[in-house]
């Protein structure tokens, strides 16, 4: 191989990975090292630059932006022309500077216990946490301020100095939170100078969901008010094996041999089997449009959620079989060619409410009258159809809803309007209620009981 030729040495797979090029000739090696070598630089310094730009863009604040122009503007005009009064402020604004720096240490010397006193709370209702700041750096901590974000908001309190060890316990009182889960932290110590200079923050990773419940109102038991239990009642519907017997008819293949009426057969001469009507096994649905466009105002679609609530944990407290359905959120691409709904447990009224508590309006998602659909499809034998809606569906599409229930079923729609009276409607089978606040719920249903 000639001086002139570059050789490239590829290492053995079963040794090592990877390829190794080396150039042979001197004046060469020289020129491509040089390279090498600036390439990995000018990397160096791009990354330099990103990490001192993102630091300067978190640690300045623009009271800090004008002290630092102020110093470099200063100074450089001020020994340019020899102006003593700009050579003067550039030396104030940089003695500020470098007095607000030792400000910013110990910001990662808290350790800091973020505890809720109740997890779960009622809508409306505020709730008390408890932080433990303790020291856990050998030196001294000074002053500083600990930021918990709640939701949207910001509780924030003082941190005195505390010594290598020491901890202090604050108590803080977060304002009521509406209806949803709400993040609360995590928390962040903040080192800032007095005048405003320089900020440093360094955040948690501690940090606890606060599940605010709906408000509901007590109900009267489903069985002894409009939605009276059908548990135990017969049908029309014929089945080989129940509690309520029918008639005798003749035996078929496949029929069940227990099944076998022998008194009947031996007067016949043929084999004769019992038949029976089916019974009403209660099974209860409640149904909540997310529809945004379906409601008047925010307000309007809380007291639905608030309403289906109350239904759904009555219906828990009867011992009912309960299905909890709310619309889901579908893509606009493929919106008018996907139907989806989502359940909310119903097993105990803890997961209930928490379900409840992550519901929210959305705009792209199936109309009311679709829902009632697709639930009275993927749900069988049920007994007791509650709808709850807002002002803006209409009795159109709430008829339109009901029939997609069976006819076996008994359904109620509760629509939800603040600015209507409280009225219950009969329309044949199909029963209306309209409640302007929660506690109309509860008349309602008992009116309709009595009527």
Not at 21 to 49: H, Q, Y
Not at 303 to 311: G, K, P, Q, R, T
Request: charged content about 20%.
């Amino acid at each position: 191989m000639t001086l002139g030729d570059t050789r490239l040495t590829r290492t053995s797979a079963a040794t090592r990975s990877g390829e190794r090029t080396e150039v042979t000739v001197a004046r060469d090696r020289a020129l491509v090292g040089a390279a090498v070598w600036s390439s990995r630089l000018w990397r160096g310094l791009r990354v330099a630059a990103r990490t001192v730009s993102g630091w300067a863009w978190r640690t300045i604040r623009p009271a800090g932006v004008l002290v630092l122009a102020t110093a470099t503007v200063g100074l450089a005009v001020g020994l340019i022309f020899g102006w003593i009064e700009w050579i003067v402020a550039g030396a104030v604004a940089v003695v500020l500077l470098a007095l607000s720096v030792p400000f910013l240490f110990g910001a990662r010397s808290y350790d800091v216990a973020l505890t809720l006193g109740h997890e779960r709370v009622v809508a409306g209702n505020g709730v008390a946490a408890q932080v433990t700041v303790r020291n856990a750096d050998g030196r001294s901590a000074l002053p500083g301020r600990i930021d918990v974000p709640v939701g949207d908001g910001l509780v924030e309190f003082g941190v005195p100095l505390l010594r290598p060890g020491q901890e202090t316990v604050h108590t803080l009182d977060i304002p009521p939170q509406p209806r949803g889960i709400v993040t609360v932290g995590p928390a962040t110590t903040v080192r800032s100078d007095p005048i405003g200079l320089l900020r440093r923050e360094h955040a948690l990773a501690d940090h606890h969901d606060l599940y605010v419940h709906a408000r509901t109102v007590v109900l009267p038991s489903t069985s002894a008010g409009l939605i009276r239990d059908l548990d135990g009642n017969a049908t029309k519907r014929l089945v080989d094996a129940d509690i309520s017997f029918h008639a005798i008819r003749e035996y078929v293949a496949g029929d069940a041999r227990r099944q076998i009426h022998w008194k009947s057969t031996a007067k016949t001469g043929r084999l004769m089997v019992r038949q029976y009507e089916e019974t009403r096994r209660s099974r209860m649905a409640v149904v909540l449009g997310l529809a945004e466009s379906e409601f008047a105002s925010a307000d309007e679609f809380e007291l639905a959620v608030s309403c289906a609530a109350s239904l759904s944990l009555r219906a828990v407290h009867d011992a009912r079989d309960l299905d909890i359905v709310v619309g889901a959120e579908i893509p606009r691409v493929v919106k008018g060619r996907l139907r989806a709904i989502r359940h909310i447990p119903a097993a105990a009224p803890r997961p209930l409410l928490d379900g409840f508590s992550g519901v929210d309006r959305i705009a792209n998602t199936m109309p009311f009258d679709e829902v009632c659909r697709l639930t009275a499809e993927a749900a069988e034998g049920l007994s007791i159809a509650i709808m709850v809606a807002g002002s803006q569906v209409g009795l159109t599409r709430l008829r339109r809803a009901a029939l997609a229930f069976p006819v076996d079923t008994v359904t109620v729609a509760v629509v939800c309007d603040e600015r209507a009276h409280p009225r219950s409607q009969t329309l044949g089978a199909f029963t209306v209620l309209t409640v302007g606040v929660l506690d109309d719920l509860a008349g309602l249903l008992l009116r309709g009981a009595t009527s």
